[in-house]
C-alpha cells in the first residue's frame, strides 16, 4: 500500500529546471559554430547550425559586427527561447562619442556627449527586458554611471570643432601611450631571454 502512494506522489511532482541560461554576446549576423558560442551551445544539447541559422536571420536587418547580448534557454524537449536585447550600453555611448576604445588610464577624458545623446540611448535601453521595470530617470543615472568609468564626460552642448581638436589631441595621447607600452613589452620579452 505504501509503494502504491509513493508512485502516484511522484507523478504529482513538476520537474524543475536546473540548468542556466546560456548568457552571451554575438555579433549581429556574425554567429558560427566556431568557438566558443559553438562548444556553449554543444553543452546544452543544442543543435549548432540551427542555432546559428536562426540567430543570423532574426539580426539580418541589424547592422552586421554589433554585439548583442543574447540570452538562451534551453527546454527539456530541445528546444530553446532565443532573446536578444539591444546592444550593451557601453557600445551605444562609444558610439555617440565616437570612440573606438574607454579610457586607457585612471582620470582620462577619453570622449564627451550631450545630454541628448544621453537621454536617446537611455530611451533605446530602457526597452530592454532587464530594464523594463526602471523609470527613465533610473536608466540616465546608470548610462552616467557607465560613461564614467568609459572615461566619457557628459556636457550640455558641444561644438564640433572643438570637439575635433579634442579628438585630434586624444589620438596622439593614445598611440604615444600604444607605443610605450610595445616598447615595455619588447623590453619585457629580451629581459625573459
Known amino acids: 500500500m505504501a509503494k502504491l502512494g509513493t508512485k502516484r506522489m511522484k507523478k504529482s511532482f513538476v520537474k524543475i529546471d536546473h540548468s542556466s541560461k546560456l548568457c552571451s554576446n554575438i555579433l ?10 559553438g562548444s556553449q551551445l554543444g553543452q546544452r544539447n543544442i543543435n549548432v547550425a540551427n542555432f ?3 540567430f543570423n ?37 562609444k558610439q555617440a562619442a565616437g570612440l573606438e ?5 585612471k582620470g582620462e577624458i577619453a570622449g564627451k556627449i550631450t545630454l541628448k545623446h544621453l537621454y536617446e540611448i537611455a530611451c533605446i535601453k530602457s526597452k530592454d527586458p532587464p530594464l523594463a521595470l526602471l523609470s527613465l530617470e533610473d ?12 572615461g566619457i564626460e557628459i556636457v550640455r552642448t558641444l561644438d564640433p570643432a ?4 579634442f579628438m585630434e589631441q586624444r589620438e596622439k595621447v ?8 610595445k616598447l615595455s613589452k619588447e623590453a619585457k620579452m629580451q629581459r625573459s631571454i
Open 101 to 105: 576604445r574607454g579610457k586607457m588610464f
Open 162 to 165: 572643438e570637439y575635433k581638436e
Open 174 to 181: 593614445v598611440q604615444d601611450l600604444l607605443t610605450e607600452m
Open 57 to 93: 536571420t532574426k539580426t539580418a536587418k541589424i547592422k552586421q559586427g554589433i554585439p548583442l547580448p543574447t540570452r538562451v534557454k534551453v527546454k527539456s524537449d530541445g528546444t530553446y527561447d532565443l532573446v536578444i536585447h539591444s546592444p550593451p550600453a557601453t557600445y551605444f555611448l
Open 139 to 150: 536608466v540616465c543615472k546608470m548610462l552616467v554611471g557607465i560613461a564614467r568609468s568609459c
Open 52 to 54: 546559428c541559422k536562426d
Open 28 to 37: 549581429a549576423g556574425m554567429a558560427s559554430p566556431k568557438p566558443p558560442l
